[in-house]
Nanobody, 124 residues
Framework: QVQLVESGGGLVQAGGSLRLSCAAS????????MGWFRQAPGKERDFVGS????????DYADSVKGRFTISRDNAKNTVYLQMNSLKPEDTAVYYC?????????????????WGQGTQVTVSS
């Protein structure tokens, strides 16, 4: 059983930065794609970005390209989401997840395990 725990959320002013972390336990995740998603109040959960097992390939939603960066430290079983130039519309609960299927499409494939989420609030 995989457990994912996000941290690093909080309240930040527009234009500021936050770095989210996702620590995994229960299994070694260094062979799997990891993803970040977010859900704003009253909206569906949306894909934010993903990173391949090696860390060499990352995909991002258009809304965050150039502002957010995903990285991973496989030795620590941890994935990060660096968020810069934050906007009020980035306000959401952010979730990390792991995709067990090898290959496929990290944007549309099903993710198998999810964290509990961490709140990010960006004030204007």
């Amino acid at each position: 059983q995989v457990q994912l725990v996000e941290s690093g959320g909080g309240l930040v002013q527009a234009g500021g930065s936050l770095r989210l972390s996702c620590a995994a336990s229960g299994s070694t995740l260094n062979t799997y794609t990891m993803g970040w998603f977010r859900q704003a109040p009253g909206k569906e959960r949306d894909f934010v970005g993903s990173i391949s097992w090696s860390g060499r390939i990352a995909d991002y939603a258009d809304s965050v390209k150039g502002r957010f960066t995903i990285s991973r430290d496989n030795a620590k079983n941890t994935v990060y989401l660096q968020m810069n130039s934050l906007k009020p519309e980035d306000t959401a609960v952010y979730y990390c997840a792991v995709k067990l299927r090898i290959g496929g499409n990290p944007i549309t494939d099903k993710y198998d395990y999810w964290g509990q989420g961490t709140q990010v609030t960006v004030s204007s």
